[in-house]
């Protein structure tokens, strides 16, 4: 049998409002002080936006605004210039726009989660600060395209929850900085989607030629909930920097690929938690 090790810290919401500027972190561990609790700022919270004139309401001088639960059914039009963090969770918006969030220069932290997001569309505006985007709980059916985005510091993102069945390739390859790939309770490996492509995690198409692919940085990934049957290689190996793996509560998990874990050099940490077919892996796999 091999050992399970269960969920590392989780990092919540609250905890990225500490979000700061210091330079990339390489690891885990890094990335956890990243979000530090201690560095909360002051949250506006509370705010009546049909009391303010437009005018007013951009010439606020605040950072941090909090505006969840508010039926809001589009990007609110008017908001502060200057904020860095903007809680829009469990409202009622059904699209995103990278042409909305490119007017907040200074926006790194941007939660949606529980809406009805159906479509992401980055375009290609700058979106140059932001690191932590929360996207869970929505009703995405396909992950937002990467054709001609490239938000360069995005560090964070969760689509957990969303009915996405199909990972395309280089699905990820305009984050050239994402760490951390939440992708749990999805509908990857649902009969009739595509699951996940050879080349999902990929950064560039030298296919074949592993050796001179740019690199993916993402370090922890979620697939718990999901459906998949096998964890394959053919999109595994791509995931050179990864250190934590979740196979939680896979029921259809049967396998892992003969040569899985030496494409994932950095692995330390696998969490399979209530995956109960998996129970004939071969230990030698983990030598
Ligand atoms: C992924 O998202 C789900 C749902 O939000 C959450 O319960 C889970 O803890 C997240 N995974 C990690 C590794 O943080
Ligand atoms: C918000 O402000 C408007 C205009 O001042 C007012 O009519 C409305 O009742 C306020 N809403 C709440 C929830 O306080
Ligand atoms: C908003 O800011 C601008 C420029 O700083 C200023 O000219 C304007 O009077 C302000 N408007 C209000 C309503 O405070
Ligand atoms: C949202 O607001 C409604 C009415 O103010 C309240 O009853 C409900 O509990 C709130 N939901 C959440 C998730 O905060």
Request: hydrophobic share 45%; charged share 15%; glycine share 6%.
């Amino acid at each position: 049998m091999f050992s399970l090790l269960l969920a590392l810290s989780l990092l919540a919401w609250e905890a990225a409002a500490g979000l700061t500027d210091r330079a990339a972190p390489a690891a885990l561990g890094d990335f956890t002080t990243l979000f530090q609790l201690a560095q909360q700022d002051h949250w506006e919270n509370d705010v009546n936006l049909t009391s303010m004139s437009c005018e007013d309401l951009r010439n606020k001088t605040w950072t941090h605004l909090q505006l969840n639960n508010n039926s809001l059914q589009a990007f609110p039009a008017c908001l502060p210039g200057g904020l860095e963090a903007l809680d829009l969770g469990a409202n009622q918006l059904t699209v995103l726009s990278g042409v909305e969030i490119a007017n907040f220069p200074k926006l790194r932290a941007l939660s949606l989660r529980h809406n009805c997001l159906q479509e992401v569309a980055w375009g290609t505006g700058a979106l140059s600060s932001l690191q932590f985007l929360d996207l869970s709980a929505n009703k995405l059916s396909s992950l937002p395209s990467c054709h001609t985005a490239h938000l360069q510091n995005l560090k964070w993102l969760s689509l957990a929850g969303n009915p996405i069945s199909e990972v395309q390739p280089l699905a990820f390859s305009c984050y050239p900085q994402l760490q951390f790939l939440n992708l749990s309770a999805t509908l990857l490996g649902r009969e009739n989607g595509g699951g996940i492509s050879a080349l999902a995690f990929a950064m560039n198409v030298l296919k074949g030629d592993t050796g001179h692919r740019a690199r993916s940085t993402i370090d922890v990934l979620d697939l718990s909930g999901t459906f998949l049957e096998k964890i394959q290689q053919e999109w595994a190996q791509d995931l050179v920097s990864l250190r934590s793996l979740h196979l939680a509560r896979m029921a259809q998990l049967r396998s892992f690929d003969a040569d899985l874990f030496k494409s994932l050099p950095k692995l330390r940490e696998l969490n399979c938690q209530d995956s109960r077919a998996l129970s004939g892996v071969r230990t030698e796999l983990f030598d």
